[in-house]
């Protein structure tokens, strides 16, 4: 490697790694991202830690898991002082730059006296605005906590008191924004952007040119439900991806054209976790194990240094993305990252991954009685978790990809070896409160009456549990 590379981060919101044409989804057309898989290296098994925005983004952009990282909840901060990503690059050599959604700055008095315009307008009830100290380390910054809508988005320029907004669809601003940025860029030293992309996060309203299907003839997975507007739904989702990796291909054309940029830049495409759209008859919705929800996509691309591959098919995890990148780029990784440098996969040479990838719910938004915090991890045949409430999962991938067979009772000697190893993982990875709730947990309240409009989710408390309160006469 002859000089440091540049380094660019782009990343989705929401984007369930089978969403890709190649990866064999017979609905969706994603050129661009099929050439960046094809002339780099794409991990077939990639996941994420922790499947809700906020506690995702901190591992990110700390290295260590969510419940002991710098990003530890649902509308967290990241800590003032916290080292990330951008710091350590920045100690490196290199300047930072961070366009689109962040999500992890929310303090709530933080709001512009824009806050009250009309609904109608484009500022909402998310329009806070990101603390400095809170920006993760990144020097330039044109971005946002969270829009939620996209036709009428808005980012704060810099350290202006109130924010702009973006005159067109969101991923086509950012887009345009951070290329500019690119063409614009004069400074001596290598650079740092996150271009993070908020769709295909809901409200799941794509572009009209990208409203292509007819949602009767979409091909849905097995554990698809066919109920109200599911197949509408999973069409405006297949168009905001459409419409992403179209900008991912304008982005990364015009890194290509660039001198400065050219060939020496890393960039990797890569989302922060997945989404249900209809698997399990659930929609706008993570935050559980099952597959829909933690496998994303993860795709490297270096023209320099990283010849073309087959899809590796190593555990990789968001865990593992900072000391992978550190490692790549030839820069010191911390002591505390608690992922894998994953760099020699990355250049073919001889490398074992990991046995399996820790993963958890943990500071989660409690929007209903579904959002409930567990620990699992997932081996390349198996899957166990432990739900708050004591309940188990446990299911056989390899028999079962769907996950519609809870195997937890049926096996429960291998139950029990997989709750013992999961102990072990929780000692590893410092979360020492967690193994009280496992060991010394308490039966929960049950009957536990809920009186909202949701009747029946994802989360196993469902089953015997959870007892809708009728109505009173």
């Excluded at 040119?209 to 949602?215: T, V, Y």
């Excluded at 997975?221 to 599911?230: C, G, L, Q, S």
């Excluded at 911390?334 to 990355?346: E, I, K, R, T, V």
């Amino acid at each position: 490697m002859s000089k440091q590379p540049h380094i660019i981060y782009i990343l989705s919101d929401e984007h369930y790694a089978g969403a890709m044409s190649h990866r064999g989804d017979p609905n969706i057309k994603t050129p661009f991202m099929d050439q960046m898989a094809e002339e780099g290296v794409a991990f077939n098994n990639a996941f994420s830690n922790c499947p809700v925005c906020t506690p995702a983004r901190g591992i990110i952009f700390s290295g260590r898991h969510a419940h002991c990282g710098a990003v530890q909840n649902f509308f967290d901060v990241y800590k003032a002082s916290a080292p990330s990503m951008a710091t350590i690059l920045k100690d490196a050599g290199y300047h930072t730059a961070y366009f689109g959604k962040w999500h992890c700055g929310v303090v709530l008095d933080q709001l512009p006296s824009a806050f009250w315009c009309d609904t109608e307008d484009h500022f909402n009830k998310y329009a806070w605005r990101t603390p400095e100290y809170h920006r993760g380390g990144f020097e330039d910054w044109y971005a946002f906590e969270a829009n939620d809508k996209q036709f009428k988005g808005w980012y704060w320029d810099q350290h202006d008191r109130e924010p702009k907004k973006m005159t067109e669809f969101q991923t086509d601003w950012l887009t345009r924004l951070a290329t500019d940025y690119i063409n614009d860029y004069d400074g001596d030293k290598p650079l740092f952007l996150v271009l993070s992309i908020e769709p295909p996060h809901f409200p799941l309203d794509p572009p009209e040119e990208n409203k292509r299907w007819n949602p009767d003839d979409l091909i849905v997975r097995e554990n698809f439900v066919e109920k109200d507007d599911a197949r509408e739904r999973l069409a405006n989702y297949y168009g905001l991806i459409e419409n992403l990796d179209t900008n991912l291909g304008k982005f990364m054309n015009v890194l290509k054209a660039n001198e400065r940029f050219g060939d020496n830049t890393l960039s990797i495409y890569f989302s922060d976790h997945g989404e249900f759209m209809g698997s399990h008859g659930l929609w706008e919705l993570k935050s559980h194990p099952n597959e829909e929800s933690v496998r994303i996509p993860a795709i490297f691309h270096w023209p320099e240094e990283l010849a073309p591959q087959k899809p590796r098919e190593e555990l990789f995890s968001l865990v593992d993305l900072m000391p992978t990148i550190l490692g790549a780029a030839g820069v010191a990784i911390p002591n505390y990252c608690q992922g894998m440098d994953f760099s020699p996969a990355l250049r073919g040479e001889a490398f074992e991954g990991p046995e399996e990838v820790f993963l958890e719910m943990h500071g989660g938004p409690r929007w209903n009685l579904d959002f409930l915090d567990w620990r699992g991890y997932r081996t390349d045949t198996w899957k166990y978790s432990y739900y708050e409430t004591g309940h188990e999962l446990m299911f056989n991938l390899e028999e079962d990809p769907y996950e519609l067979n809870d195997l937890s009772k049926a096996d429960p000697e291998r139950c029990q070896a997989m709750k013992e190893r999961l102990l072990e993982i929780l000692d590893e990875t410092e979360d020492n409160y967690y193994k009280i709730i496992i060991e010394h947990g308490v039966p929960c309240a049950s009957p536990t009456f809920n009186i909202s409009a949701l009747t029946s989710g994802i989360s196993p408390a469902w089953q015997d549990t959870i007892v809708q309160l009728p109505d009173p006469p």
